[in-house]
């Protein structure tokens, strides 16, 4: 199987940099987004991956130009899916929302056409039935950043056809990425079914007045030679996240300690505007956070 004419559905921050991170490896890329005034939005955020390619991966002028003159953008989902190989949708990740696509998805798009979604919560399981094309359907995951963090975790469902998930792999390795295939289907794939208990187990310690931000963080730092602590990383995916998780789980177990670190995080930091790298503060201040000091990890 070969993929050459690729889909993103959905423009935002993941989004276009998916659509400018397949262009760039030489695919021919339509993205769609639901009004025109968030395609426009969605140019702007590619123009500006231009530099980071320059900046980031040493990519020349005339490399950054010809991979964005390879994409063209559609807010009429039939005409940009009209020739697409693969659709990597990466719509809002809301289950009504997407079953409503997919649906939509199943009915314009080429027999010829995969489907692979790029959600980090939901399964493919969950719409495999809406897409109309199960065997043709599966998980495509990227992490933020993609040009820097070029992992791809690709993961089947039980009625996903073997040689569609083999393809899938081979088209992540095509477009720069390290694949990292899951054979079966696991809520938050591999990175965040390692990445997720870290951060909770750190934010517990903290709620429980064990140990202080930075202490937990340099334990972690030096103990494992990791660049970053728990902490720090919890500043780059955003303390509105990682409370509207903390809460979910204390609404779900009625665990008193994680509503304890729920209105924790509520009070002490979202209310006081320190949200993470996003904001300038969170649980460090940015851009001079003190885990990059020379003399964080020494006595």
Not at 10 to 27: E, N, W
Not at 29 to 41: C, G, N, P, Q, R
Not at 60 to 77: E, K, M, P, W
Not at 104 to 119: C, D, I, M, R, Y
């Amino acid at each position: 199987m070969n993929f050459k004419n690729i889909t993103i559905a959905g423009s935002g921050v993941l989004g276009s940099q998916i659509a400018y991170q397949t262009a760039f490896h030489g695919f021919n890329v339509t993205v769609y987004d639901i009004t025109d005034e968030a395609l426009e939005k969605a140019k702007e955020k590619i123009k500006k991956l231009k530099k980071r390619y320059q900046e980031d991966l040493d990519a020349s002028q005339q490399d950054v130009d010809n991979a964005f003159d390879r994409i063209t953008f559609y807010s009429d989902l039939s005409k940009a899916v009209s020739n697409a190989d693969l659709v990597i949708e990466a719509i809002p990740e809301v289950v009504k929302i997407k079953t409503e696509f997919y649906k939509e998805l199943g009915q314009v798009a080429p027999e010829k056409t995969v489907f692979a979604t790029n959600s980090s919560t939901l399964l493919p399981s969950q719409f495999a039935e809406a897409t109309g094309r199960p065997e043709k359907f599966l998980a495509l995951h990227f992490a933020n950043e993609i040009w820097l963090n070029n992992t791809a975790e690709i993961m089947k469902h039980p009625g996903t056809d073997s040689t569609i998930f083999d393809a899938v792999v081979e088209f992540a390795k095509s477009i720069g990425m390290v694949a990292l295939p899951l054979h079966k289907e696991q809520p938050g794939y591999i990175l965040n079914s390692l990445l997720v208990p870290l951060l909770d187990a750190a934010e517990l310690l903290l709620s429980k007045g064990v140990a202080d931000v930075e202490t937990i963080d340099k334990t972690w730092m030096i103990a494992t030679g990791a660049p970053k602590g728990p902490f720090a990383i919890l500043d780059v995916v955003g303390i509105t996240t990682s409370y509207n998780i903390v809460n979910a789980k204390a609404e779900a177990t009625g665990d008193p300690e994680f509503k304890k670190l729920a209105e924790l995080l509520k009070t002490e930091y979202i209310d006081k505007g320190k949200l993470g790298v996003a904001t300038g503060e969170g649980f460090y201040k940015y851009p001079n956070p003190k885990f990059l000091e020379p003399d964080f990890l020494k006595n």
